[in-house]
């Protein structure tokens, strides 16, 4: 059973900086998955945040988080992460973390980030 589970968030006021952390487990062949990142803020619908492919040579970015976060991911730890900085209150959403290859896509059950002061 695949599981992606999310970890890192919090509350942090504007300006701050938070790491997320997704870990898989039960998943064969992680490494050949692509990652990405989505958010959820109350009342709107889910969108997406940033992408990382295979071998983590190449990422997208929504261009409301573009120089401020940073993907990444440790295929020997099956884990990939979301460096946050600069937090805006407008970031506040839950982060999901989303594993996608071909006809296969897992999703986290996301962690809540809260940019307030």
């Known amino acids: 059973q695949v599981q992606l589970v999310e970890s890192g968030g919090g509350l942090v006021q504007p300006g701050g900086s938070l790491r997320l952390s997704c870990a898989a487990s039960?998943?064969?062949?992680?490494?050949?998955?692509?990652m990405n990142w989505y958010r959820q803020a109350p009342g709107k619908e889910r969108e997406f945040v940033a992408n990382?492919?295979?071998?983590?040579?190449?990422?997208r970015y929504a261009d409301s988080v573009k120089g401020r976060f940073t993907i990444s991911r440790d295929n020997a730890k099956n884990t990939v992460f979301l460096q946050m900085i600069s937090l805006k209150p407008e970031d506040t959403a839950v982060y999901y973390c989303?594993?996608?290859?071909?006809?296969?896509?897992?999703w986290g059950q996301g962690t809540q980030v809260t940019v307030s002061s």
């Open positions: 989303n594993a996608r290859r071909g006809g296969s896509d897992y």
């Open positions: 039960g998943i064969s062949g992680f490494s050949t998955y692509a």
């Open positions: 990382i492919n295979w071998s983590g040579s190449s990422t």
